[in-house]
């Protein structure tokens, strides 16, 4: 049984898929691990690149390919639905198709920090970001400040999300994502949550990954504002419930940061929009540096 499941998803990601796979392959580790890939129903030819590699690491590579998009029927959370809940290895490292590793012995430092430190959970390093369009490359802002810290706990990354998904490797400990998460979309913070809990989380000060910017991104897609407001107030409800409605004050704020983002977008009135700016910094200031 392999030690460590990579979870991929991909859809139309036929541009940037081997990339992806290639960051996977290049892996140097001393133990066991696979990949697996579950394609959303591409209609580019993601698919047929796929097949291409499994044929060529048949004993690497595990594909799971839809007919059937997941996402359009109200399966918001791929990587625990298709990849996470089914595996039995000891740890789960994750990334989407679009993004890549640059590190070729990321998976070695993080399952051997992970092995060495039960008290851990998850392990995370730097990203940097990538803008298709333009091809620039550039460090993802981090919360600097709290690297200093002998650990992080769910409290900081509450304060502000550090991090990104194509860094991630944490324990399998086979949770369940209650189903009331299925109504929200974002699956990268609930994964933090449910597997961190109260426990600790590893930043590797070092890139382990590149998060790419396109128009075909989720979060490059044109929201309707208000159920994007809606949907992420009551997403944090939802972390809220599922850490024992601990952390309020740190709750209220995401929930205020929404709605106050949501009036910047929205507002007609120059003056309001400016003001709502303004008090959306001064609360994530006070998110970051008091609470």
């Given at each position: 049984m392999p030690l460590v499941t990579i979870a991929c998803i991909t859809?139309?990601?036929?541009?940037?898929?081997?990339?992806?796979?290639?960051?996977?392959?290049?892996?140097?580790?001393?133990?066991?691990?696979?990949?697996?890939?579950?394609?959303?129903?591409?209609?580019?030819?993601?698919?047929?690149?796929?097949?291409?590699?499994?044929?060529?690491?048949?004993?690497?590579?595990?594909?799971?390919?839809?007919?059937?998009?997941?996402?359009?029927?109200?399966?918001?959370k791929i990587f625990y639905h298709t990849i996470i809940k089914h595996s039995k290895a000891k740890y789960i490292a994750t990334c989407e198709g679009d993004d890549y590793?640059?590190?070729?012995?990321?998976?070695?430092?993080?399952?051997?920090?992970?092995?060495?430190?039960?008290?851990?959970?998850?392990?995370?390093?730097?990203?940097?970001?990538?803008?298709?369009?333009?091809?620039?490359?550039?460090?993802?802002k981090e919360l600097e400040k709290l690297f200093d810290e002998p650990y992080l706990s769910i409290r900081e990354y509450l304060k502000g999300t550090f991090s990104q998904t194509s860094t991630f490797v944490f324990r399998n400990a086979e949770f369940l994502l209650p189903s009331f998460c299925n109504h929200f979309d974002g699956e990268d913070i609930l994964l933090v949550?449910?597997?961190?809990?109260?426990?600790?989380?590893?930043?590797h000060n070092e890139v382990f990954s590149v998060y790419r910017i396109h128009s075909g991104s989720y979060t490059q897609q044109t929201f309707e504002w208000k159920m994007y407001f809606l949907g992420a107030y009551n997403y944090a409800e939802a972390i809220h419930i599922l850490l024992d409605k601990k952390y309020k004050s740190l709750i209220v704020s995401?929930?205020?940061?929404?709605?106050?983002?949501?009036?910047?977008?929205?507002?007609s009135n120059r003056a309001f929009k400016y003001g709502y700016l303004i008090m959306g910094r001064i609360n994530l200031l006070v998110k970051r540096y008091i609470l």
């Open positions: 859809y139309n990601h036929a541009a940037f898929i081997k990339q992806c796979l290639d960051g996977f392959l290049m892996q140097k580790v001393n133990f066991e691990f696979e990949i697996v890939v579950n394609d959303d129903a591409s209609t580019d030819n993601t698919q047929e690149i796929l097949m291409e590699y499994q044929n060529k690491y048949p004993d690497k590579i595990k594909l799971l390919l839809r007919t059937e998009n997941l996402f359009s029927i109200g399966v918001t590793w640059t590190d070729e012995y990321k998976l070695q430092k993080q399952i051997d920090f992970l092995e060495s430190n039960p008290d851990y959970n998850i392990s995370v390093g730097r990203v940097m970001n990538l803008n298709q369009a333009d091809g620039k490359l550039t460090g993802k949550i449910l597997t961190v809990k109260h426990g600790k989380i590893k930043f995401k929930q205020l940061g929404s709605w106050l983002d949501y009036k910047v977008r929205t507002s």
